[in-house]
């Protein structure tokens, strides 16, 4: 990477402290104001290989991405979706990568903490670039045609009964040789496996400074908030929408990134 992501760093200072009281423990967790202001801290702190995924986002990118011409202008640019954006990182990982005329990117996220936050950081940063920053449901948006999608821990917080009808939506959305990249927290089917990948990812979280009292904050709070899938789970789904081959690049203990190609 060039230079920092302004999107992990900017908030260094604002340590992920929202499950720190026993009343918070109630708390349902949601993509407020007070979740977007220690997001960087928050997400690079408890995902596992969360920096790793960004930064392999622009080789992929680069491989898949085919130039197709802008209407009227003669000028040649590749269209990506990062639905479920946040504060924009994985945007903000491809600007830093590529020259402004080359990306149309269109980064979408339900939440307006986050979006208003993902525009400004957005701007300051990367303000020759081409990058919308919308605010909406990534059920109810229409896609154009793209050439590479980032689902990067979004699908998980969909109802598992609206995951097919997205994944359909993106495949259609996709050009011949266009890629989707799915990044998902899962499950393992086997109990003593799945115990065991839990009990380290705590002690993931542990190592990286939090306390029993804000793991188990967190847990409750995103009980029925966060619906995990296995990936045999995942990679059934991809075929079922269409995805001929979609193949797990990354895993780290109970993270995964899968690629399916179109
Ligand atoms: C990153 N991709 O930093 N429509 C749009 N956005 C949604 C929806 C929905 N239906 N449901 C949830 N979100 C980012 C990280 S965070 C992962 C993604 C996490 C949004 C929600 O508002 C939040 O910003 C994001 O999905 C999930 O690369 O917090 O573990």
Same mark, same amino acid.
């Given at each position: 990477? /060039?230079?920092?992501?302004?999107? !992990?760093?900017?908030?260094?200072?604002?340590?992920?402290?929202?499950? +720190? *009281?026993?009343?918070?423990?109630?708390? %349902?967790?949601?993509?407020?104001?007070?979740?977007?202001?220690?997001?960087? =801290?928050?997400?690079?702190?408890?995902?596992?290989?969360?920096?790793?995924?960004?930064?392999?986002?622009?080789?992929?990118?680069?491989? @898949?991405?085919?130039?197709?011409?802008?209407?009227?202008?003669?000028?040649?640019?590749?269209?990506?979706?990062?639905?479920?954006?946040?504060?924009?990182?994985?945007?903000? +990982? $491809?600007?830093?990568?590529? =020259?402004?005329?080359?990306?149309?990117?269109?980064?979408?996220?339900?939440?307006?903490?986050? +979006? +208003?936050?993902? *525009? *400004? &950081?957005?701007?300051? /940063?990367?303000?020759? @670039?081409?990058?919308?920053? !919308?605010?909406?449901?990534?059920?109810?948006?229409? $896609?154009?045609?793209?050439?590479?999608?980032? &689902?990067? #821990?979004?699908?998980?917080?969909?109802?598992?009964?609206?995951?097919?009808?997205?994944?359909?939506?993106?495949?259609?959305? #996709?050009?011949?040789?266009?890629?989707?990249? $799915?990044?998902?927290? *899962?499950?393992?089917?086997?109990?003593?496996?799945?115990?065991? &990948?839990?009990? %380290?990812?705590? =002690?993931?979280?542990?190592?990286?400074?939090?306390?029993?009292?804000?793991?188990?904050?967190?847990?409750?709070?995103?009980? /029925?908030?966060?619906?995990?899938?296995? &990936? =045999?789970? @995942?990679?059934?789904?991809?075929?079922?929408?269409?995805?001929? %081959?979609?193949?797990?690049?990354?895993?780290?203990?109970?993270?995964?990134? !899968?690629?399916?190609?179109?």
């Amino acid at each position: 990477m /060039n230079q920092p992501n302004p999107a !992990i760093i900017k908030h260094d200072t604002l340590f992920d402290k929202p499950f +720190t *009281t026993p009343l918070d423990k109630a708390a %349902r967790f949601s993509f407020d104001e007070q979740v977007v202001a220690c997001f960087p =801290d928050m997400i690079r702190r408890s995902v596992p290989g969360y920096g790793q995924v960004l930064a392999m986002l622009p080789l992929f990118a680069r491989r @898949h991405c085919k130039y197709r011409q802008k209407k009227g202008s003669g000028q040649r640019v590749s269209r990506i979706y990062d639905l479920g954006c946040s504060l924009g990182a994985a945007s903000m +990982t $491809l600007a830093g990568e590529f =020259d402004p005329q080359d990306l149309q990117i269109k980064a979408i996220d339900i939440s307006p903490a986050m +979006t +208003t936050e993902a *525009t *400004t &950081l957005l701007s300051d /940063n990367y303000p020759d @670039h081409n990058i919308e920053v !919308i605010t909406a449901d990534i059920r109810d948006v229409e $896609l154009e045609p793209c050439d590479m999608v980032i &689902l990067n #821990l979004t699908l998980q917080f969909l109802p598992a009964a609206d995951r097919v009808a997205v994944l359909e939506k993106i495949y259609a959305a #996709l050009s011949e040789g266009g890629i989707l990249v $799915l990044t998902e927290k *899962t499950h393992a089917f086997d109990e003593q496996y799945d115990a065991w &990948l839990v009990e %380290r990812y705590y =002690d993931f979280k542990r190592a990286n400074g939090y306390t029993e009292m804000e793991i188990s904050g967190k847990r409750n709070a995103l009980e /029925n908030v966060l619906i995990t899938d296995t &990936l =045999d789970e @995942h990679h059934a789904r991809l075929d079922q929408v269409g995805f001929k %081959r979609h193949l797990t690049w990354f895993q780290f203990l109970n993270f995964v990134s !899968i690629v399916a190609f179109k």
